[in-house]
C-alpha cells in the first residue's frame, strides 16, 4: 500500500462519517474509497473508514492504527460536531497510544486538545485492564489471522523491493490452500519465479535451511524418470531432480516446502510430469499418523532400500512457472484440469518511490498455515458450510451448460477444486465473494477454451452475457470492441473474466482461432 496523503485522509473520514450516520454500510463506503484512492487497500478502508464511529463512542482502536490519519480524525471531530463529540474522539485515541506504549503520540493528542479547548477524560489503565475488541459493525471486513499474516507476507516482500498487483498474494495464498500445485503463467520477466521465492522466505521457507527448491526444467525431459530417478547400466539408482527433496519433506512433515519447476513448459508437462499428476489425485487422509498422504510412488527396485514407501508429502508445494511463447509447450486439459493457473499479464514500468523500504521480520510458520483442510468435498466439509457450497455449485452449474454447448464443459475435480478454493476465501474472509469466484473463472475454466469455429465465437460471447452484460447494440462494430465499450462504462458481475474474454474474442475475429494466453 502506498503512502496515503490529505485527500485519502479526507474521503476516509467523509465516508466515516456517512457510515456513523447510517447513510451506507462501511463494506459499500470501503469500495469506493478504494476505487478512487487505490493506495489504500479495500480491508485498510473498512477499517479506517470504522474508526470515525469508533472515536464518536470513545471505544478503544485497535490493529495497525495509522497516527497521522488518527490526528487527523481528532481535528475534523472537533471542527464539525460538538466539544463533548471532540473530546470522547481524543479519549478513543489516547487510549490506543496508552496501550500501544506510544508516550510521544500520547503526548501529542494532550497537546492537540489543550491548543483547541478540548477537555481531557480521564483514560482507563490500559495496560492492566483487558481491552475487549469493538463488535464488527455491518458491512465490516473482519481481520483474520490469515489476513493479517498475508499483510506480513506483502510487506516482506515489498521491503524486498518489489509488489504484486491487487490482491495476488491472497489468491496465491487460496490456490495453494485449496491445492499444493499451481501454475503462474504470463510474460517473461514478470516476478513469477521471485514470487514464489519470497513468498517462501516470507514464511521462513529458504534455500539456506533446504525448504525452498528451484529446479530448471530440462527441454529433452521426456517421461517421470527425469523428476524421480532411473536405474542406470550398472544397475545403481540415480536420483532424479526432486525425489531427495521429497524425502526431506516427509521426514519434517511440521514445516512447509516450496518446488519451483521454473519454465515448466520448455519440456511437455503431461509427458515428465505424468506420474506426479497422477499421484496428486491419490491424496487421502491416515488417520493412524494424523497426515495426508498419496500413494507410493512408483520407483526402480534398485531404489527400494533408499526411497522405498515414499509418497508426496502434505507439506510439499509445487509451484510451475511458465512463459507461452513460440518456445514453449501448450498444456492439455490432464494438466489444467490439476492446477490453479494464475496469469500475470499486469506490467507497470514506472518504478514508485513513494513507498518507504524497511527491513520485515520474518515469520516462520508451521505447516498448518497452508496445509489443506478439504480433499473429498462430501465427507470434508461442515454441515454448516452446505448453504455456501450450493450456492457456489448453482452458479458453475449455470457456467457449465453454456460450455456444455461448445464441448468445453467441466467435470467433478474441477468442480471440487473451486468449491474448496472459495470455502478457504470464506472462513478466512480474504476476498469479496465475486472477486473470489472471478479468481476461479480465471484460474480453472477459461484456460481450457480455444478453438478456430463458430462455436467458439458463440461461447465467448454467452459467457460475457453471464459475466459482464449485454454487450449488443446498433454498433456495427466489431464484436470485442463493443464488448471493450461495455465493461468501459458499466459494472461487471465478474470483470477479469470478462476482460479475458474481450481479448479472446479480439484473437478469434483477427486470427480466426482463439486460445487463454498472451
Known amino acids: 500500500m502506498g503512502k496515503m496523503n490529505e485527500s485519502t485522509y479526507e474521503a476516509l473520514y467523509v465516508y466515516g462519517k456517512k457510515v456513523f450516520n447510517n447513510e451506507m454500510n462501511a463494506g459499500e463506503a470501503a469500495k469506493i474509497v478504494n476505487q478512487n484512492n487505490p493506495e489504500v487497500a479495500l480491508s485498510s478502508a473498512v477499517h479506517y473508514i470504522n474508526w470515525y464511529s469508533r472515536m464518536r463512542n470513545a471505544d478503544f482502536l485497535s490493529w495497525n492504527t495509522n497516527s497521522e490519519l488518527l490526528k487527523y480524525y481528532v481535528i475534523k471531530v472537533y471542527e464539525e460536531e460538538t466539544i463533548d463529540d471532540a473530546a470522547k474522539a481524543v479519549l478513543a485515541a489516547r487510549k490506543y497510544a496508552q496501550y500501544k506504549n506510544r508516550n510521544d503520540l500520547d503526548l501529542e493528542l494532550v497537546q492537540i486538545a489543550n491548543q483547541k479547548g478540548i477537555y481531557l477524560i480521564d483514560v482507563p489503565d490500559m495496560s492492566t485492564n483487558p481491552v475487549k475488541e469493538p463488535d464488527k459493525k455491518e458491512g465490516e471486513e473482519e481481520l483474520s489471522e490469515v489476513k493479517k499474516m498475508l499483510d506480513q507476507v506483502k510487506k516482506y516482500i515489498a521491503s524486498k523491493g518489489f509488489s504484486y498487483e491487487g490482491e495476488l498474494i491472497e489468491n496465491f495464498y487460496l490456490s495453494l490452500k485449496s491445492k499444493p500445485?499451481?501454475?503462474?503463467?504470463?510474460?517473461?520477466?514478470?516476478?513469477?519465479?521471485?514470487?514464489?521465492?519470497?513468498?517462501?522466505?516470507?514464511?521462513?521457507?529458504?534455500?539456506?535451511?533446504?525448504?525452498?527448491?528451484?529446479?530448471?526444467?530440462?527441454?529433452?525431459?521426456?517421461?517421470?524418470?527425469?523428476?524421480?530417478?532411473?536405474?542406470?547400466?550398472?544397475?545403481?539408482?540415480?536420483?532424479?531432480?526432486?525425489?531427495?527433496?521429497?524425502?526431506?519433506?516427509?521426514?519434517?512433515?511440521?514445516?512447509?516446502?516450496?518446488?519451483?519447476?521454473?519454465?515448466?513448459?520448455?519440456?511437455?508437462?503431461?509427458?515428465?510430469?505424468?506420474?506426479?499428476?497422477?499421484?496428486?489425485?491419490?491424496?487421502?487422509?491416515?488417520?493412524?499418523?494424523?497426515?495426508?498422504?498419496?500413494?507410493?510412488?512408483?520407483?526402480?527396485?534398485?531404489?527400494?532400500?533408499?526411497?522405498?514407501?515414499?509418497?508426496?508429502?502434505?507439506?510439499?508445494?509445487?509451484?510451475?512457472?511458465?512463459?507461452?511463447?513460440?518456445?514453449?509447450?501448450?498444456?492439455?486439459?490432464?494438466?489444467?484440469?490439476?492446477?490453479?493457473?494464475?496469469?500475470?499479464?499486469?506490467?507497470?514500468?514506472?518504478?514508485?518511490?513513494?513507498?518507504?523500504?524497511?527491513?520485515?521480520?520474518?515469520?516462520?510458520?508451521?505447516?498448518?498455515?497452508?496445509?489443506?483442510?478439504?480433499?473429498?468435498?462430501?465427507?470434508?466439509?461442515?454441515?454448516?458450510?452446505?448453504?455456501?457450497?450450493?450456492?457456489?455449485?448453482?452458479?458453475?452449474?449455470?457456467?457449465n451448460k453454456t460450455l456444455q454447448e461448445a464441448n468445453a464443459h467441466v467435470g467433478y475435480r474441477v468442480r471440487d477444486e473451486i468449491v474448496f478454493y472459495m470455502l478457504n476465501n470464506e472462513k478466512s474472509n480474504l476476498l469479496d465473494y465475486s472477486d473470489a469466484l472471478d479468481n476461479e473463472i480465471m484460474q480453472k475454466i477459461l484456460p481450457r477454451i480455444q478453438g478456430s469455429g463458430a462455436a467458439i465465437k458463440e461461447l465467448l460471447c454467452e459467457l460475457f452475457k453471464k459475466f459482464a452484460g449485454d454487450y449488443s447494440g446498433l454498433s456495427q462494430e466489431q464484436t470485442w470492441k463493443q464488448m471493450r465499450t461495455y465493461i468501459g462504462s458499466n459494472s461487471c458481475k465478474y470483470k477479469k473474466s470478462a476482460e479475458k474474454i474481450t481479448y479472446m474474442m479480439r484473437r478469434f475475429e483477427e486470427d480466426g482461432f482463439t486460445s487463454y494466453w498472451l
Not at 499428476?277 to 491419490?282: P, V
Not at 513507498?355 to 521480520?361: A, G, P, R, W, Y
Open 181 to 399: 500445485f499451481v501454475i503462474l503463467a504470463g510474460t517473461s520477466g514478470t516476478g513469477k519465479t521471485r514470487l514464489v521465492k519470497q513468498f517462501a522466505e516470507a514464511i521462513g521457507a529458504t534455500t539456506e535451511n533446504g525448504r525452498y527448491k528451484l529446479v530448471s526444467v530440462r527441454p529433452d525431459w521426456s517421461d517421470s524418470s527425469d523428476l524421480f530417478g532411473h536405474a542406470n547400466l550398472q544397475g545403481e539408482f540415480v536420483p532424479g531432480a526432486i525425489i531427495d527433496y521429497i524425502k526431506v519433506a516427509t521426514e519434517n512433515t511440521d514445516k512447509p516446502y516450496f518446488l519451483c519447476l521454473d519454465e515448466m513448459n520448455l519440456a511437455r508437462v503431461e509427458y515428465y510430469l505424468s506420474d506426479f499428476l497422477s499421484i496428486i489425485e491419490t491424496r487421502k487422509r491416515n488417520e493412524e499418523i494424523g497426515q495426508i498422504v498419496t500413494d507410493e510412488i512408483i520407483l526402480d527396485k534398485v531404489a527400494q532400500a533408499n526411497y522405498g514407501g515414499l509418497f508426496l508429502p502434505e507439506n510439499l508445494y509445487v509451484i510451475g512457472t511458465v512463459n507461452m511463447d513460440e518456445t514453449t509447450f501448450p498444456f492439455s486439459k490432464k494438466v489444467l484440469d490439476r492446477a490453479n493457473t494464475i496469469e500475470f499479464s499486469f506490467v507497470d514500468l514506472n518504478p514508485d518511490f513513494t513507498t518507504e523500504v524497511e527491513d520485515v521480520e520474518v515469520y516462520e510458520l508451521t505447516n498448518d498455515f497452508l496445509k489443506t483442510e478439504y480433499i473429498i468435498l462430501k465427507t470434508d466439509v461442515e454441515d454448516s458450510d452446505r448453504a455456501f457450497i450450493q450456492k457456489v455449485c448453482t452458479e458453475l452449474q449455470t457456467i
